[in-house]
Structure formats: structure tokens, C-alpha cells
């Protein structure tokens, strides 16, 4: 089970505990006056994409020209689960889609990322079951040519992808340390898929977990993720961790975020123009006579200080980027509004204040899983849904400010041993299409600002 997702059937557990705790929260936000009457983002395109099973998006990535990617695992072509590699154009319409499955297996694989270079070279991180699972990343051309694919760890799994200036492509993620427990990992490869550095980073016995990776305008990199609550590390309490890494690999800082019961990163770290992070996550614990299941998004300076942190109720945050104009945009899904789960998106202002919320669904299961911003200010969704017709539309406004404390952990970065190979894996061009064919298909949803 991934960490994500045992952390809400954990948060589901206390639900009904009955633990007196509570979450603190300053007063509701309040919208902006200034772009409290901006218009809210306007639908462009809508366009699903899959067979007759399921197709379920977990990243999404945008290039310079406007075209969008979308990467997950599909169970629409074959008797496997295979991760797919699916591009569109700047208008939404289908370029081109692939399916890439492990030698010799029948066993789930899955792109958890995606990250496009600025010659438009497109690299997909996730897993596969390949000498046990490993963490895998390919790198495809912009015409969906394969250039090259890398496996490496040992029980291990790419969440997050990013690439620097230089054409350097950073992966975070997880991998099994000696005491069968997971550690952070992070590594640096060229861009012709040499490994440069490898490291992890974590306590021996207890689980922590890379869930975003970004990079700085000064080339540092940094990485989201959680970790268990030092005081509590038995316990099911997590906090939400960034670490601050140069590109040689040296830690610079380390910062712990702790709020409830569990703290996440799961949306992952995007980096403003003027090197602010903003990282989403999850916010879980009781509150007052209920129990909070909330997205977060926290912003923080390049030097490690908490700025703010916001929260939304009834929500999870899958995904943020940062817009040209200086706003964030947080993705994820929140229930009761188009009669089901839907696909929220909201955008804040630098200083935190709530620019507009929106809503895209039908009456099924749907949700983001991530968002990207085009260089014309294009938001993109990468969204899963069920049937059809979807209606995009205006949100209720939750949104709350979250009081988190901050430590500094002082656990250290490792060189890792392991090396990079090629798993020989096989790359083909599925027959999905853009109209709906049953069950969960991806979707790309673009929204003029």
C-alpha cells in the first residue's frame, strides 16, 4: 500500500477513537479584495483519454509550447497493469500515447511523475516489479520516441521528477533500508541517464518518503516529503519534511512541519520566481468535536521559514505550481459538490489570501492528481473521471488558516551504493481514445487564468 494512502485509512481509524486533541486553526480566511472580483479560470478544453478499464492519472507536466502530459497506469490494454505516457497538444487534443511494461511480468507498472527538459524532452518516474520493485524513470523524446530508461534501489518506488537548467534530472522517492523500513531518496542523473550522486536520508526502523522534488532559480533542489513525528515515531503521527539539497548533493537545511496527527507533502513543492516554496499536502487529526481530513498548502522562504499555511476542508491535495503572475495554484479533490467526489483547483495569492476556488466533475468518482501552469498562464489539471457530462463551476470557499510548529530534524544525507540499469523494458502504442469508454479514464482539463 502506498504511504499516501495508508495515511487515510489512518486518519479514518481516529475518526472514530475519540482522541481529544485538537488541530489549531486561526480565524477563516478571507478573500482578497483585488482578485476576489477577478475572473474565476474558464474552461478551454476538457479531453479524457483511456480504453475499456481503468486509466488513472498521477502526474501531469506542461512544456514552454503549451503542450501537456499525462502519466499514471492503465489496465485498458493487456492482462497487466502498464504505465502510460500520454501527450497533448496546446489545444488539448491527443499528440501521441504510450504504454511501457516490465519484461517478463504481470504485476502493475506505474508513472507517479512526469517533468518536461527545455528541448522538450519528456522524463516519467514511478515503479516497476523488475528484480523486485524498483524505481524506474524514462526519458522520451517530444515525438514519444523512447531515448533511454533507467531502473535503480532496491524496493523502491520514483514519486517525483524535476530537471534543472543544465538538462540534470533529479528523481525523489523511497527505498528499503536494512531494517525494512523505507528512507527518502533522492538522485541525480545526466541527461543521458548516467547516475551522478545517489542519496537517502532517514532513521533506522521508521518510514520516510519523498512525495515532491523542485528546483531553485539558484539550482538548489528541494525535496517535500514525510516523516515520522520524532516523538512519536511509533505511533501513526507523521510530519510533513523539505529539505534544502545543493546540487552536488550537500544538505543545506532540513525543516520538519508538524500539525494534528499527520503532516504530509503529498501534493509535492513547486519554487516561485523570487525562490519561495509553496508545498501541498494533508492536514489530519481531530478537531473541536469532529475530525479534520484537510488539504494544505504551506509556503516558506529559501532559508526554511514557515511564511503561512492554509487549509481546506473536506479536501486532498494532490498537486501545486506557481504562475507566472506570482499566484499558486493547489489541486487535489473534495466531496459534495457536482453530487460526487470532484477535482478542485484553487489559486491563493503570494501573501496567502484566496483568489477564487473551482470545482470540475460529474456525478461520479473524479479528482485531480496534479496541476501545471503553461508559460501563458494556462492552467492544466491532470484529472481521473468516471462518466461523463463534467461541469466546471465555483467552489464553497473553506478556506482556514493552520497554525503548524517547526523543528529542525538532524538526520544526515547518505551515499547510497546502488547503481542505475536498463530494465529492456517494452514501449508500445496503445489504441486509447478520447471518448469515454468505461470505467476511470485520465483527463486533461485546460483553464484560461
Not at 274 to 292: I, N, R
Not at 380 to 396: I, N, S
Not at 407 to 427: C, I, N
Request: proline share 5%; net charge negative.
Amino acid at each position: 500500500m502506498r504511504l499516501k494512502e495508508w495515511l487515510l485509512v489512518f486518519a479514518v481509524m481516529l475518526a472514530t477513537t475519540g482522541c481529544d486533541r485538537t488541530v489549531p486553526t486561526e480565524t477563516s480566511d478571507v478573500r482578497s479584495p483585488s482578485l476576489a472580483a477577478a475572473a474565476a479560470p474558464t474552461l478551454l478544453s476538457e479531453t479524457t483519454w483511456g480504453g475499456p478499464g481503468s486509466d488513472v492519472t498521477e502526474g501531469a507536466a506542461v512544456a514552454l509550447d503549451g503542450s501537456s502530459y499525462l502519466v499514471g497506469f492503465t489496465g485498458s490494454f493487456g492482462s497487466s497493469e502498464k504505465l502510460f505516457t500520454v501527450k497533448f497538444d496546446a489545444t488539448g487534443a491527443l499528440a501521441w500515447q504510450r504504454t511501457w511494461d516490465a519484461p517478463g511480468q504481470f504485476i502493475r507498472d506505474e508513472g507517479r511523475d512526469a517533468a518536461v527538459a527545455s528541448d522538450g524532452s519528456v522524463y516519467v518516474t514511478g515503479l516497476t516489479f523488475v528484480e523486485g520493485n524498483r524505481a524506474l524513470l524514462l526519458k522520451f523524446g517530444p515525438d514519444g520516441t523512447l531515448l533511454w530508461q533507467r531502473v535503480f534501489g532496491g524496493n523502491a518506488h520514483g514519486d517525483a521528477v524535476a530537471v534543472g537548467s543544465d538538462g540534470s534530472v533529479y528523481v525523489a522517492g523511497a527505498l528499503r533500508d536494512a531494517a525494512d523500513a523505507e528512507d527518502l531518496f533522492v538522485i541525480k542523473l545526466s541527461p543521458d541517464g548516467a547516475p551522478l550522486w545517489f542519496k537517502t536520508w532517514g532513521a533506522t526502523g521508521v518510514s520516510e518518503q519523498a512525495q515532491g522534488i523542485a528546483i531553485g532559480p539558484d539550482g538548489n533542489v528541494y525535496v517535500a516529503g514525510v516523516a515520522p513525528r520524532p516523538s512519536e515515531p511509533f505511533l501513526g503521527e507523521f510530519d510533513a519534511v523539505v529539505l534544502k539539497i545543493d546540487p552536488a548533493g550537500n544538505s543545506i537545511w532540513q525543516r520538519a512541519f508538524a500539525g494534528g496527527d499527520v503532516t504530509d507533502a503529498r501534493g509535492g513543492i513547486d519554487v516561485a520566481g523570487d525562490g519561495s516554496l509553496y508545498v501541498a499536502g494533508g492536514l489530519q487529526g481531530p478537531s473541536g468535536s469532529g475530525f479534520a481530513n484537510d488539504g494544505l498548502i504551506l509556503k516558506v522562504t529559501s532559508e526554511g521559514d514557515l511564511v503561512w499555511a492554509r487549509r481546506w476542508e473536506n479536501s486532498f491535495a494532490e498537486g501545486v505550481a506557481v504562475a507566472a503572475d506570482g499566484r499558486v495554484v493547489f489541486a487535489g479533490q473534495t466531496s459534495f459538490e457536482q453530487g460526487g467526489d470532484d477535482a478542485l483547483v484553487v489559486r491563493l495569492q503570494p501573501n496567502g489570501k484566496t483568489s477564487d476556488a473551482t470545482t470540475w466533475g460529474g456525478v461520479g468518482f473524479d479528482g485531480g492528481r496534479d496541476v501545471a501552469v503553461s508559460p501563458d498562464g494556462t492552467i492544466v489539471l491532470g484529472a481521473f473521471a468516471e462518466q461523463p457530462p463534467y461541469v466546471l463551476a465555483a467552489a464553497r470557499g473553506r478556506a482556514s488558516r493552520a497554525k503548524l510548529s517547526v523543528t529542525t530534524p538532524s538526520l544526515s544525507l547518505v551515499d547510497f551504493p546502488g547503481g542505475v540499469v536498463d530494465p529492456a523494458g517494452l514501449v508500445e502504442t496503445p489504441t486509447g481514445t478520447t471518448t469515454y469508454g468505461g470505467g476511470v479514464d485520465a483527463a486533461v482539463v485546460r483553464m484560461a487564468p
